[in-house]
Protein backbone atom coordinates (compact mmCIF):
# COMPACT_ATOMS: atom_id res chain seq x y z
CA UNK A 1 0.00 0.00 0.00
CA UNK A 2 1.63 3.31 -1.30
CA UNK A 3 1.92 6.48 1.08
CA UNK A 4 0.37 9.59 0.33
CA UNK A 5 1.77 12.36 2.81
CA UNK A 6 2.09 15.85 1.54
CA UNK A 7 1.65 14.20 -2.25
CA UNK A 8 -1.65 16.05 -2.97
CA UNK A 9 -1.28 18.22 -6.18
CA UNK A 10 -3.65 20.01 -8.65
CA UNK A 11 -1.36 17.49 -11.35
CA UNK A 12 -0.41 14.61 -11.58
CA UNK A 13 1.59 14.18 -14.94
CA UNK A 14 3.25 10.77 -15.73
CA UNK A 15 6.15 10.78 -18.49
CA UNK A 16 8.41 13.78 -18.56
CA UNK A 17 8.53 13.65 -22.31
CA UNK A 18 7.82 16.90 -24.95
CA UNK A 19 3.96 16.17 -24.26
CA UNK A 20 4.15 15.70 -20.33
CA UNK A 21 6.82 18.49 -19.90
CA UNK A 22 4.95 21.06 -21.61
CA UNK A 23 1.93 20.54 -20.21
CA UNK A 24 3.75 20.61 -16.48
CA UNK A 25 5.43 23.97 -17.55
CA UNK A 26 2.26 25.97 -18.65
CA UNK A 27 0.33 24.32 -16.03
CA UNK A 28 2.63 25.24 -13.17
CA UNK A 29 2.75 28.77 -15.21
CA UNK A 30 -1.07 29.23 -14.57
CA UNK A 31 -0.63 28.61 -10.99
CA UNK A 32 -1.52 24.79 -10.80
CA UNK A 33 0.54 22.72 -8.14
CA UNK A 34 2.51 20.14 -9.89
CA UNK A 35 4.52 16.79 -9.83
CA UNK A 36 5.69 15.23 -12.79
CA UNK A 37 7.00 11.70 -12.84
CA UNK A 38 9.36 10.25 -15.21
CA UNK A 39 11.59 6.93 -15.42
CA UNK A 40 14.12 7.91 -17.23
CA UNK A 41 15.24 11.44 -18.29
CA UNK A 42 13.38 14.50 -18.27
CA UNK A 43 12.66 15.30 -22.23
CA UNK A 44 12.29 11.84 -23.59
CA UNK A 45 12.53 10.72 -26.46
CA UNK A 46 13.18 13.91 -28.69
CA UNK A 47 15.67 15.51 -26.66
CA UNK A 48 17.37 12.03 -26.03
CA UNK A 49 16.37 9.85 -28.84
CA UNK A 50 14.74 11.62 -31.30
CA UNK A 51 14.73 14.94 -32.89
CA UNK A 52 17.56 16.49 -31.25
CA UNK A 53 20.39 14.01 -31.68
CA UNK A 54 19.37 13.11 -34.92
CA UNK A 55 19.24 16.55 -36.05
CA UNK A 56 22.72 17.03 -34.88
CA UNK A 57 23.75 13.91 -36.94
CA UNK A 58 22.16 15.78 -39.57
CA UNK A 59 24.08 18.89 -39.57
CA UNK A 60 27.34 16.93 -39.22
CA UNK A 61 26.48 15.14 -42.46
CA UNK A 62 25.49 18.65 -44.27
CA UNK A 63 28.89 19.75 -42.78
CA UNK A 64 30.55 16.54 -44.95
CA UNK A 65 28.63 17.30 -47.76
CA UNK A 66 29.92 20.73 -47.66
CA UNK A 67 33.33 19.42 -47.94
CA UNK A 68 33.05 16.83 -50.49
CA UNK A 69 31.32 19.11 -52.65
CA UNK A 70 33.15 22.55 -51.47
CA UNK A 71 35.10 22.11 -55.18
CA UNK A 72 31.30 22.98 -56.79
CA UNK A 73 32.22 26.32 -55.25
CA UNK A 74 35.01 26.93 -56.22
CA UNK A 75 36.52 26.13 -52.64
CA UNK A 76 39.14 24.30 -52.04
CA UNK A 77 38.68 21.95 -48.69
CA UNK A 78 39.92 17.95 -48.61
CA UNK A 79 37.01 15.25 -46.95
CA UNK A 80 39.11 13.22 -44.79
CA UNK A 81 36.46 11.03 -42.97
CA UNK A 82 33.63 11.16 -39.86
CA UNK A 83 35.56 10.75 -36.80
CA UNK A 84 32.17 9.15 -35.57
CA UNK A 85 33.40 9.56 -31.77
CA UNK A 86 33.90 13.01 -32.05
CA UNK A 87 30.17 13.48 -33.84
CA UNK A 88 29.24 12.22 -31.10
CA UNK A 89 30.68 14.34 -28.26
CA UNK A 90 29.20 17.19 -30.58
CA UNK A 91 25.78 15.76 -30.44
CA UNK A 92 25.71 14.81 -26.93
CA UNK A 93 26.90 18.53 -26.19
CA UNK A 94 23.90 19.94 -27.91
CA UNK A 95 21.87 17.70 -25.62
CA UNK A 96 23.10 18.02 -22.47
CA UNK A 97 23.08 21.35 -22.84
CA UNK A 98 19.02 21.98 -23.52
CA UNK A 99 18.90 18.90 -20.92
CA UNK A 100 20.41 21.22 -17.98
CA UNK A 101 18.46 24.27 -19.30
CA UNK A 102 15.20 22.10 -18.98
CA UNK A 103 15.60 20.75 -15.60
CA UNK A 104 16.44 24.32 -14.87
CA UNK A 105 13.42 25.59 -16.27
CA UNK A 106 11.02 22.80 -14.53
CA UNK A 107 12.54 24.01 -11.21
CA UNK A 108 12.19 27.29 -11.34
CA UNK A 109 8.20 26.82 -12.16
CA UNK A 110 8.31 25.11 -8.88
CA UNK A 111 7.59 21.53 -10.62
CA UNK A 112 8.16 18.75 -8.48
CA UNK A 113 9.84 16.25 -9.84
CA UNK A 114 9.79 12.31 -9.06
CA UNK A 115 12.19 10.60 -10.47
CA UNK A 116 10.32 6.74 -10.87
CA UNK A 117 8.77 4.21 -12.48
CA UNK A 118 4.50 5.30 -12.23
CA UNK A 119 1.03 3.55 -12.37
CA UNK A 120 -2.28 4.51 -12.53
CA UNK A 121 -3.11 2.97 -9.51
CA UNK A 122 -7.31 4.65 -9.79
CA UNK A 123 -8.77 7.51 -11.57
CA UNK A 124 -6.45 10.16 -9.50
CA UNK A 125 -3.83 8.35 -8.20
CA UNK A 126 -0.01 7.45 -9.36
CA UNK A 127 2.15 5.13 -7.15
CA UNK A 128 5.77 5.54 -7.64
CA UNK A 129 8.07 3.13 -5.57
CA UNK A 130 5.70 2.77 -2.11
CA UNK A 131 4.92 6.69 -2.91
CA UNK A 132 1.17 7.71 -4.01
CA UNK A 133 1.03 10.86 -5.68
CA UNK A 134 -3.18 12.27 -5.65
CA UNK A 135 -4.01 14.58 -8.42
CA UNK A 136 -7.56 16.35 -9.32
CA UNK A 137 -6.12 15.26 -12.42
CA UNK A 138 -3.79 13.09 -13.99
CA UNK A 139 -2.18 13.11 -17.26
CA UNK A 140 -0.74 10.23 -18.79
CA UNK A 141 2.53 11.17 -21.17
CA UNK A 142 4.45 7.89 -21.23
CA UNK A 143 5.24 7.83 -25.01
CA UNK A 144 6.52 5.48 -27.03
CA UNK A 145 8.98 3.02 -28.26
CA UNK A 146 10.41 1.63 -31.64
CA UNK A 147 8.34 -1.38 -32.83
CA UNK A 148 9.42 -4.69 -34.59
CA UNK A 149 7.70 -6.83 -36.60
CA UNK A 150 6.68 -10.48 -36.14
CA UNK A 151 9.94 -12.21 -36.45
CA UNK A 152 12.24 -9.97 -36.39
CA UNK A 153 14.24 -9.78 -32.96
CA UNK A 154 16.23 -6.66 -32.99
CA UNK A 155 19.54 -7.83 -31.14
CA UNK A 156 20.86 -4.26 -30.84
CA UNK A 157 24.08 -5.53 -32.57
CA UNK A 158 23.79 -6.11 -36.07
CA UNK A 159 20.02 -5.58 -35.85
CA UNK A 160 19.19 -2.24 -34.79
CA UNK A 161 16.47 0.37 -33.86
CA UNK A 162 17.10 4.40 -33.82
CA UNK A 163 17.88 4.19 -30.30
CA UNK A 164 20.99 1.63 -30.88
CA UNK A 165 21.51 3.28 -34.38
CA UNK A 166 22.44 6.76 -32.42
CA UNK A 167 24.52 5.07 -30.42
CA UNK A 168 27.02 3.48 -32.73
CA UNK A 169 30.28 4.41 -32.39
CA UNK A 170 31.24 4.18 -36.53
CA UNK A 171 30.37 4.61 -39.21
CA UNK A 172 29.09 1.02 -40.70
CA UNK A 173 30.13 0.07 -44.25
CA UNK A 174 26.61 -0.62 -45.42
CA UNK A 175 23.36 -0.66 -43.69
CA UNK A 176 19.84 -1.69 -44.80
CA UNK A 177 17.40 0.57 -43.51
CA UNK A 178 13.67 -1.07 -43.09
CA UNK A 179 11.40 1.66 -43.14
CA UNK A 180 10.95 4.25 -45.58
CA UNK A 181 9.31 6.95 -43.26
CA UNK A 182 10.45 9.93 -41.53
CA UNK A 183 12.70 8.30 -39.58
CA UNK A 184 14.10 5.78 -41.77
CA UNK A 185 15.17 8.55 -44.46
CA UNK A 186 17.01 10.49 -42.09
CA UNK A 187 19.00 7.56 -41.11
CA UNK A 188 19.54 7.08 -45.16
CA UNK A 189 20.55 10.21 -45.35
CA UNK A 190 22.62 10.50 -42.67
CA UNK A 191 24.78 7.70 -43.30
CA UNK A 192 25.10 8.28 -46.95
CA UNK A 193 26.84 11.81 -46.25
CA UNK A 194 29.06 9.80 -44.22
CA UNK A 195 29.75 7.55 -46.77
CA UNK A 196 27.93 4.42 -46.21
CA UNK A 197 26.27 2.34 -48.64
CA UNK A 198 22.49 2.92 -48.06
CA UNK A 199 19.77 0.49 -49.10
CA UNK A 200 16.11 1.63 -47.92
CA UNK A 201 13.38 -0.98 -48.03
CA UNK A 202 9.72 0.33 -48.06
CA UNK A 203 6.34 -1.42 -48.22
CA UNK A 204 4.60 1.04 -49.48
CA UNK A 205 4.72 2.49 -53.29
CA UNK A 206 7.18 5.23 -52.32
CA UNK A 207 9.83 6.76 -49.81
CA UNK A 208 7.73 8.95 -47.38
CA UNK A 209 4.35 7.73 -47.77
CA UNK A 210 2.36 9.81 -46.15
CA UNK A 211 3.69 13.02 -48.06
CA UNK A 212 2.09 13.93 -51.38
CA UNK A 213 3.11 11.92 -53.82
CA UNK A 214 5.49 14.89 -55.62
CA UNK A 215 7.47 15.35 -52.51
CA UNK A 216 7.98 11.61 -52.65
CA UNK A 217 8.85 11.67 -55.86
CA UNK A 218 11.13 14.40 -55.63
CA UNK A 219 12.93 12.92 -52.80
CA UNK A 220 13.50 9.52 -54.25
CA UNK A 221 14.63 11.45 -56.99
CA UNK A 222 17.73 13.69 -55.13
CA UNK A 223 18.20 10.40 -53.33
CA UNK A 224 19.00 8.30 -56.22
CA UNK A 225 20.73 10.91 -57.34
CA UNK A 226 22.94 10.36 -53.86
CA UNK A 227 23.48 7.27 -54.65
CA UNK A 228 20.86 6.01 -51.90
CA UNK A 229 19.64 2.82 -53.02
CA UNK A 230 15.91 2.26 -52.33
CA UNK A 231 13.18 -0.51 -53.05
CA UNK A 232 9.43 0.58 -52.73
CA UNK A 233 6.31 -1.61 -52.95
CA UNK A 234 9.04 -4.28 -51.14
CA UNK A 235 7.49 -5.61 -48.02
CA UNK A 236 10.01 -7.57 -45.36
CA UNK A 237 9.98 -11.20 -45.05
CA UNK A 238 12.43 -12.54 -43.31
CA UNK A 239 16.23 -11.80 -42.41
CA UNK A 240 19.13 -13.98 -41.68
CA UNK A 241 22.89 -13.53 -40.58
CA UNK A 242 25.08 -14.08 -42.63
CA UNK A 243 29.21 -14.17 -41.79
CA UNK A 244 29.59 -10.10 -41.63
CA UNK A 245 25.65 -8.73 -41.55
CA UNK A 246 22.47 -9.57 -42.30
CA UNK A 247 20.78 -10.46 -45.09
CA UNK A 248 17.50 -9.29 -45.69
CA UNK A 249 14.47 -10.84 -48.18
CA UNK A 250 11.51 -9.27 -49.40
CA UNK A 251 8.37 -10.81 -50.49
CA UNK A 252 8.89 -9.58 -54.26
CA UNK A 253 11.55 -12.03 -54.09
CA UNK A 254 14.95 -10.15 -53.70
CA UNK A 255 17.81 -10.40 -51.19
CA UNK A 256 19.45 -7.06 -49.72
CA UNK A 257 22.92 -7.63 -47.84
CA UNK A 258 24.82 -5.33 -45.72
CA UNK A 259 26.81 -4.62 -42.54
CA UNK A 260 23.80 -3.62 -40.65
CA UNK A 261 19.87 -3.09 -40.67
CA UNK A 262 17.74 -0.68 -38.92
CA UNK A 263 14.61 -1.38 -38.37
CA UNK A 264 12.65 1.95 -38.69
CA UNK A 265 9.02 0.74 -39.07
CA UNK A 266 7.35 3.17 -36.79
CA UNK A 267 6.63 3.38 -32.97
CA UNK A 268 4.18 1.67 -30.87
CA UNK A 269 2.59 3.57 -27.50
CA UNK A 270 3.88 2.57 -23.91
CA UNK A 271 1.16 1.29 -22.14
CA UNK A 272 1.32 -1.95 -21.00
CA UNK A 273 1.27 -3.21 -17.29
CA UNK A 274 0.70 0.55 -16.15
CA UNK A 275 -2.73 0.30 -14.42
CA UNK A 276 -4.62 2.62 -17.24
CA UNK A 277 -6.88 -0.49 -18.76
CA UNK A 278 -7.23 -1.24 -14.87
CA UNK A 279 -8.60 1.92 -14.00
CA UNK A 280 -11.36 2.03 -16.60
CA UNK A 281 -9.30 4.07 -19.73
CA UNK A 282 -10.49 3.29 -22.80
CA UNK A 283 -7.69 1.70 -25.35
CA UNK A 284 -6.92 1.02 -28.85
CA UNK A 285 -4.62 -1.28 -29.86
CA UNK A 286 -2.11 0.02 -26.96
CA UNK A 287 -3.61 3.43 -27.15
CA UNK A 288 -5.10 5.79 -24.63
CA UNK A 289 -8.60 7.08 -26.81
CA UNK A 290 -9.22 10.43 -25.93
CA UNK A 291 -11.89 13.11 -27.84
CA UNK A 292 -10.80 16.25 -29.26
CA UNK A 293 -9.46 17.89 -25.77
CA UNK A 294 -7.31 15.04 -24.76
CA UNK A 295 -9.42 13.94 -22.15
CA UNK A 296 -10.50 10.26 -22.05
CA UNK A 297 -13.15 8.34 -20.89
CA UNK A 298 -12.25 9.05 -17.31
CA UNK A 299 -13.23 12.73 -16.05
CA UNK A 300 -9.94 12.90 -14.23
CA UNK A 301 -7.84 11.48 -16.61
CA UNK A 302 -6.13 13.12 -20.10
CA UNK A 303 -3.89 12.18 -22.07
CA UNK A 304 -1.24 13.26 -24.21
CA UNK A 305 1.88 13.24 -26.61
CA UNK A 306 2.86 9.95 -28.29
CA UNK A 307 0.50 7.72 -26.29
CA UNK A 308 -2.73 8.59 -28.27
CA UNK A 309 -3.32 8.17 -31.67
CA UNK A 310 -2.40 11.47 -33.01
CA UNK A 311 0.85 12.93 -35.12
CA UNK A 312 3.77 11.53 -33.46
CA UNK A 313 5.80 14.02 -33.47
CA UNK A 314 7.26 16.76 -30.68
CA UNK A 315 5.41 19.88 -31.46
CA UNK A 316 2.16 18.02 -31.44
CA UNK A 317 3.09 16.52 -27.76
CA UNK A 318 3.66 20.01 -26.80
CA UNK A 319 0.73 21.60 -28.32
CA UNK A 320 -1.53 18.78 -26.52
CA UNK A 321 0.19 19.22 -23.15
CA UNK A 322 -0.89 22.78 -23.43
CA UNK A 323 -4.28 22.38 -24.48
CA UNK A 324 -4.70 19.78 -21.29
CA UNK A 325 -3.19 22.51 -18.97
CA UNK A 326 -5.06 25.19 -20.02
CA UNK A 327 -7.87 23.16 -20.41
CA UNK A 328 -7.71 21.82 -16.65
CA UNK A 329 -7.07 25.75 -15.30
CA UNK A 330 -10.16 26.96 -16.86
CA UNK A 331 -8.87 28.55 -19.89
CA UNK A 332 -10.86 28.78 -23.04
CA UNK A 333 -9.34 25.97 -25.58
CA UNK A 334 -9.93 24.80 -29.23
CA UNK A 335 -9.09 21.41 -30.63
CA UNK A 336 -5.95 21.09 -32.27
CA UNK A 337 -6.44 21.36 -35.89
CA UNK A 338 -3.83 18.66 -37.01
CA UNK A 339 -3.69 18.78 -40.64
CA UNK A 340 -2.36 22.24 -40.04
CA UNK A 341 0.26 21.12 -38.22
CA UNK A 342 3.68 21.26 -39.96
CA UNK A 343 5.71 17.85 -41.12
CA UNK A 344 9.26 18.23 -41.79
CA UNK A 345 11.68 15.30 -42.94
CA UNK A 346 15.09 16.75 -42.26
CA UNK A 347 16.85 14.74 -45.00
CA UNK A 348 18.72 16.07 -47.50
CA UNK A 349 16.69 17.03 -49.63
CA UNK A 350 14.16 18.20 -46.62
CA UNK A 351 10.43 17.36 -47.27
CA UNK A 352 8.27 19.34 -45.55
CA UNK A 353 4.48 19.90 -45.64
CA UNK A 354 1.55 21.33 -43.70
CA UNK A 355 -2.30 21.09 -44.62
CA UNK A 356 -3.97 18.42 -47.47
CA UNK A 357 -2.06 16.33 -49.65
CA UNK A 358 -3.68 16.69 -52.87
CA UNK A 359 -5.12 12.94 -52.65
CA UNK A 360 -6.36 14.03 -49.82
CA UNK A 361 -8.01 17.23 -50.54
CA UNK A 362 -9.68 15.17 -53.42
CA UNK A 363 -11.35 13.05 -51.66
CA UNK A 364 -12.35 15.46 -48.95
CA UNK A 365 -13.75 17.77 -51.58
CA UNK A 366 -14.15 16.25 -54.65
CA UNK A 367 -11.85 16.44 -57.62
CA UNK A 368 -13.27 19.03 -59.24
CA UNK A 369 -13.24 21.40 -56.45
CA UNK A 370 -9.22 21.12 -56.16
CA UNK A 371 -6.64 22.61 -58.08
CA UNK A 372 -2.55 22.22 -57.49
CA UNK A 373 0.80 24.09 -58.82
CA UNK A 374 4.01 23.05 -58.91
CA UNK A 375 6.48 25.85 -58.80
CA UNK A 376 10.30 24.45 -59.56
CA UNK A 377 12.96 25.66 -57.34
CA UNK A 378 14.85 25.94 -60.90
CA UNK A 379 13.62 29.43 -61.01
CA UNK A 380 14.34 30.29 -57.59
CA UNK A 381 17.90 32.16 -57.26
CA UNK A 382 18.93 31.10 -53.36
CA UNK A 383 18.22 27.80 -54.02
CA UNK A 384 20.53 28.24 -57.50
CA UNK A 385 23.14 29.08 -54.79
CA UNK A 386 22.64 26.76 -52.68
CA UNK A 387 22.89 24.04 -55.85
CA UNK A 388 19.52 22.07 -54.87
CA UNK A 389 16.58 21.02 -56.59
CA UNK A 390 13.32 20.81 -55.59
CA UNK A 391 10.00 22.54 -56.00
CA UNK A 392 6.72 23.95 -53.51
CA UNK A 393 3.53 22.60 -54.52
CA UNK A 394 0.06 24.43 -53.70
CA UNK A 395 -2.94 22.94 -52.77
CA UNK A 396 -6.41 24.86 -53.03
CA UNK A 397 -9.69 24.90 -53.30
CA UNK A 398 -11.15 26.16 -56.34
CA UNK A 399 -11.56 29.78 -55.70
CA UNK A 400 -10.98 29.44 -52.74
CA UNK A 401 -8.05 29.23 -49.53
CA UNK A 402 -4.61 27.57 -49.66
CA UNK A 403 -5.30 23.86 -48.10
CA UNK A 404 -1.99 22.34 -48.62
CA UNK A 405 1.86 23.38 -48.63
CA UNK A 406 4.72 20.86 -50.09
CA UNK A 407 7.89 21.80 -50.05
CA UNK A 408 11.36 19.73 -51.09
CA UNK A 409 14.84 20.98 -51.04
CA UNK A 410 17.64 22.12 -48.71
CA UNK A 411 16.43 23.64 -45.84
CA UNK A 412 12.76 23.54 -46.90
CA UNK A 413 11.63 22.73 -43.30
CA UNK A 414 12.38 26.63 -42.52
CA UNK A 415 10.06 27.93 -45.44
CA UNK A 416 7.48 25.81 -43.94
CA UNK A 417 6.70 28.21 -41.24
CA UNK A 418 5.50 30.67 -43.73
CA UNK A 419 3.06 27.84 -44.74
CA UNK A 420 1.65 27.21 -41.39
CA UNK A 421 0.28 30.68 -41.63
CA UNK A 422 -0.78 30.34 -45.15
CA UNK A 423 -2.50 27.25 -44.41
CA UNK A 424 -4.20 27.84 -40.85
CA UNK A 425 -5.37 31.69 -41.72
CA UNK A 426 -6.92 30.45 -44.80
CA UNK A 427 -5.30 32.49 -46.99
CA UNK A 428 -6.23 33.04 -50.64
CA UNK A 429 -3.44 32.63 -53.41
CA UNK A 430 -4.06 36.16 -54.45
CA UNK A 431 -3.37 37.17 -50.92
CA UNK A 432 -0.32 35.74 -50.37
CA UNK A 433 0.72 36.53 -54.20
CA UNK A 434 0.43 40.55 -53.17
CA UNK A 435 2.93 40.30 -49.97
CA UNK A 436 6.21 41.24 -51.27
CA UNK A 437 8.57 38.65 -50.60
CA UNK A 438 12.86 39.07 -49.75
CA UNK A 439 15.15 38.54 -52.14
CA UNK A 440 17.28 36.09 -52.67
CA UNK A 441 15.12 33.77 -50.23
CA UNK A 442 14.04 30.56 -50.61
CA UNK A 443 11.07 31.93 -49.02
CA UNK A 444 10.69 33.73 -52.30
CA UNK A 445 9.67 30.60 -53.42
CA UNK A 446 6.62 30.74 -51.39
CA UNK A 447 5.69 33.94 -52.68
CA UNK A 448 6.23 33.45 -56.83
CA UNK A 449 4.28 29.59 -56.34
CA UNK A 450 1.66 31.80 -55.03
CA UNK A 451 1.71 34.67 -57.41
CA UNK A 452 1.87 31.59 -60.02
CA UNK A 453 -1.05 30.16 -58.62
CA UNK A 454 -2.92 33.72 -58.61
CA UNK A 455 -2.29 33.98 -62.28
CA UNK A 456 0.53 36.05 -62.30
CA UNK A 457 3.68 34.30 -62.68
CA UNK A 458 6.80 36.17 -62.38
CA UNK A 459 9.94 33.66 -62.24
CA UNK A 460 7.89 31.02 -63.68
CA UNK A 461 6.07 30.25 -67.11
CA UNK A 462 2.57 31.27 -67.13
C1 LIG B 1 14.82 9.00 -34.14
C2 LIG B 1 13.67 9.93 -33.88
C3 LIG B 1 13.66 11.19 -34.45
C4 LIG B 1 12.62 12.06 -34.21
N1 LIG B 1 12.65 13.30 -34.78
C5 LIG B 1 11.65 14.17 -34.55
C6 LIG B 1 11.69 15.49 -35.09
O1 LIG B 1 12.66 15.87 -35.75
N2 LIG B 1 10.66 16.31 -34.84
C7 LIG B 1 9.58 15.92 -34.12
O2 LIG B 1 8.66 16.71 -33.94
N3 LIG B 1 9.50 14.68 -33.58
C8 LIG B 1 10.52 13.79 -33.78
N4 LIG B 1 10.46 12.55 -33.21
C9 LIG B 1 9.26 12.18 -32.43
C10 LIG B 1 9.30 12.74 -31.02
O3 LIG B 1 10.49 12.36 -30.39
C11 LIG B 1 8.10 12.25 -30.24
O4 LIG B 1 6.92 12.57 -30.95
C12 LIG B 1 8.01 12.88 -28.87
O5 LIG B 1 9.17 12.60 -28.12
C13 LIG B 1 6.77 12.38 -28.13
O6 LIG B 1 6.72 12.94 -26.86
P1 LIG B 1 5.96 12.19 -25.67
O7 LIG B 1 6.08 13.10 -24.49
O8 LIG B 1 4.64 11.76 -26.09
O9 LIG B 1 6.79 10.85 -25.43
P2 LIG B 1 8.28 10.59 -25.02
O10 LIG B 1 9.18 11.65 -25.49
O11 LIG B 1 8.57 9.19 -25.45
O12 LIG B 1 8.27 10.71 -23.44
C14 LIG B 1 7.63 9.79 -22.63
C15 LIG B 1 8.39 9.75 -21.32
O13 LIG B 1 7.66 8.96 -20.40
C16 LIG B 1 8.59 8.22 -19.64
N5 LIG B 1 7.86 7.07 -19.09
C17 LIG B 1 7.30 6.04 -19.75
N6 LIG B 1 6.71 5.18 -18.91
C18 LIG B 1 6.89 5.70 -17.67
C19 LIG B 1 6.51 5.29 -16.38
N7 LIG B 1 5.82 4.17 -16.18
N8 LIG B 1 6.87 6.05 -15.33
C20 LIG B 1 7.59 7.20 -15.51
N9 LIG B 1 7.97 7.62 -16.71
C21 LIG B 1 7.63 6.88 -17.78
C22 LIG B 1 9.67 7.84 -20.62
O14 LIG B 1 10.89 7.54 -19.95
C23 LIG B 1 9.77 9.10 -21.47
O15 LIG B 1 10.75 9.97 -20.98
C24 LIG B 1 11.52 11.67 -33.40
C25 LIG B 1 11.52 10.40 -32.80
C26 LIG B 1 12.59 9.54 -33.03
C27 LIG B 1 12.58 8.20 -32.38
Request: hydrophobic share 40%.
Amino acid sequence: MASDDGTSFDLVILGGGSGGYACALRAAQLGQSVVLIEKDKLGGTCLHKGCIPTKALLHAAEVADSAKESEQFGVRATFEGIDMPAVNAYRDGVVSKLYKGLQGLVKSRKITYVEGEGRLSSATTVDVGGVRYTGKHVVLATGSVPRSLPGLTIDGNRILNSDHALALQAVPRSVIVLGGGVIGVEFASVWRSFGAEVTVIEGLPHLVPLEDENNSKLLERAFRKRGINFEVGARFSGVEYTAEGVRVSTENGKQFEADLLLVAIGRGPVSDGLGYAEVGVEMDRGYVKVDALCQTNVPTISAVGDLIPTLQLAHVGFGEGILVAERLAGLPVVPIDYDGVPRVTYSEPEVASVGLTEAAARERYGADAVESLTYDLAGNGKSQILKTAGAVKLVRRKDGPVIGVHIVGSRAGELVSEAQLIYNWEALPGEVASLVHMHPTQGEALGEAHMALAGKPLHAHG
